[in-house]
């Protein structure tokens, strides 16, 4: 289905397949699911960095001097509160000196739509590359009002990363955010009548925290 959605980018191999296995089952612990979470959003920050740009340097290794490269580009990772919490360490581990903000939205259960208790993020949020993270992409409310946030900050180089994403999330994010790229670790069927994916995982911000 992922062909038929522009600046979608649907990870394929085995180790997300089989670690998105783990999260959806009931019986994975907080522990398990925590662990899980982290090595897809490693999986996701390699995969969302491959075209960084690099600046070549010169240095001294044991035996000669050789060329080497550091990253010319600045990351800003944003996770949305509170589940997006979850997926940072994941990407410091690939991304150490990344800076870190934060945007806090919770859905209102009875409208589903977004809304906003808090808002921090760093200074260099116009120039960086801003990878915007949280773990569900259901009826795109939060992401889109997340989205909308940082570009009144001045933000113009973000993707959005998450775990798993429902077609009409999706849609969402193409109709009112154009070129935005979203990248995820699993494609949905749907949504139910209360804006849960299906098959989905569940609540991942309870699971990972738990607090069920």
């Known amino acids: 289905m992922e062909e038929f959605f522009k600046d979608f980018h649907l990870l394929q191999h085995p180790l997300v397949k089989r670690d998105i296995t783990v999260l959806r089952d009931i019986n994975t612990t907080t522990e398990i699911f925590r662990a899980a979470v982290k090595r897809l959003s490693n999986l996701l920050a ?14 001294q290794t044991p035996l000669e001097k050789t060329t080497g490269f550091e990253l010319v580009t600045e990351i800003v990772l944003v996770p949305v509160l509170r589940a997006g919490l979850g997926m940072v360490s994941g990407f410091l581990e690939i991304i150490p000196d990344a800076k870190v903000g934060h945007i806090g939205l919770q859905r209102d259960e009875e409208t589903l739509t977004p809304v906003q208790y808090y808002y921090k993020t760093p200074s260099n949020i116009d120039t960086a590359k801003v ?31 998450c775990l798993v994403a429902a077609p009409e999330g999706i ?4 109709a009112e955010h154009p070129g935005i790229q979203i990248y995820a670790a699993a494609l949905d069927r749907e949504l139910n009548d ?19």
């Open 171 to 174: 849609k969402k994010i193409q």
């Open 46 to 59: 390699v995969e969302i960095c491959k075209d960084l740009t690099l600046e070549e340097i010169e240095v």
């Open 131 to 161: 990878i915007l993270l949280d773990p569900m992409l259901a009826t795109g409310g939060s992401t889109s009002e997340a989205i909308k946030y940082l570009k009144r900050k001045g933000a113009n180089g973000t993707v959005f990363a």
């Open 194 to 212: 209360k804006g849960y994916i299906l098959p989905g995982l569940g609540d991942a911000g309870d699971r990972t925290f738990g607090t069920l």
